[in-house]
């Protein structure tokens, strides 16, 4: 059976309906005053009006989701989001722009729309007591930099650079078995690490990293803090690893050399978005891809994301 061949996936009537279904399980939901299910449907199709005195607005399922004044096919929008959750790696815009047979530069903006969707907040802190939680930085590309027209002296040229200095910075955590969450900040440096660490991993849980001087005060903020030493070529220790979150980089850098190839880094964060999703989502914690892109859609309510200009 093709994959897509469910309804939803080439009929704009059904798509709407399963849209309706999957965003308003209890009714439709007013999102203008947010009142569940006193609206009733309007002579035109898939427009409802909200039944409450004080509202009476009319509204969609798409109105206050990343679809809302798309004018891109819903069912191509649906073909999209079940793409970009199923694909271990990601799927460039290109190949969405092929698939979809839509503009190029729509499928880029239905992209990011669709990774914001799969953006969230990780208010509950990983871990907890008995569980194990790796962290650990890598870099991903340049940083980019105004170019001015002054020029080094050789002196200058001479000067040993400070390592990972212009790279870009990526920080993650995972909880063995669990979930991961990752950031990109300006600089990976002591302070701003250590707040990612403590502001997101629960105090009773054991932290496991390498060797790096990043993590050195941690000791006495959880239960404990143990460490293997690459340089000395210790990669294991029993159970004491960073294997984990080691994995999750390779899946991340794998596709954005491989699939994506080029990124600003001010979309970078959208892109670990998207690739925490499908890892916290993955198959191993139970869900498929029809239930992955379900999810995705659900996240989408309540979201905009708007560009102005050429990006």
């Known amino acids: 059976m093709s994959t897509f061949s469910a309804a939803h996936f080439h009929d704009d009537e059904a798509a709407r ?5 999957t965003l308003w399980p209890d009714g439709p939901v007013c999102p203008h005053c947010g009142v569940i299910n006193k609206a009733y449907a309007t002579k035109r199709p898939g427009v409802f009006r909200c039944a409450t005195k004080e509202c009476r607005k ?3 399922v798409t109105m206050r989701t990343v ?11 649906l073909q999209a989001f079940h793409l970009m959750c199923s694909s271990k790696k ?10 979809l047979d839509i503009g190029y530069e729509a499928a880029w903006f239905m992209a990011h729309r669709i990774r914001e969707a799969m953006r969230d907040g990780g208010l509950s802190p990983l871990g ?15 940083k980019e930099v105004q170019h001015t027209h002054s020029r080094k002296t050789k002196k200058e040229l001479r000067q040993p650079q400070k390592s990972h200095r212009n790279n870009r910075a990526v920080v993650a955590l995972v909880e063995r078995g669990g979930s991961v969450r990752s950031f ?8 701003t690490v250590e707040k990612i660490v403590r502001d997101n991993i629960a105090r009773e849980s054991r932290l496991m990293t390498d060797e790096s001087k990043l993590y050195n005060n941690d000791d006495e903020h959880f239960i404990s803090h143990e460490t293997v030493k690459h340089s000395a070529y210790e990669y294991v220790r029993g159970d004491v690893h960073s294997n984990t979150v080691e994995g999750y ?14 990124c600003k880094e001010k979309h970078l964060h959208r892109y ?25 859609l659900q996240n989408a309510a309540g979201k905009r994301l708007t560009y102005r200009g050429r990006h």
Not at 90 to 99: K, N, V, Y
């Open 17 to 21: 309906q399963y849209l309706e279904a």
């Open 58 to 60: 009319d509204f969609t």
């Open 67 to 77: 679809m809302e004044r798309s004018k891109i096919a819903l069912h191509k929008w």
């Open 90 to 99: 990601g799927i460039s815009a290109h190949q969405l722009h092929r698939t």
């Open 128 to 142: 907890g007591e008995g569980k194990i939680v790796e962290a650990d930085e890598t870099y991903f590309g340049k």
């Open 184 to 191: 990109h900040p300006a600089f990976a440096d002591k302070a």
């Open 249 to 262: 980089f390779s899946i991340l850098k794998r596709g954005m050399r491989g699939v994506y190839q080029h």
């Open 272 to 296: 670990l978005a998207e690739y925490d999703f499908r890892y916290n989502h993955r198959i191993a914690l139970g869900f498929n891809d029809g239930e992955r892109a379900a999810l995705a």
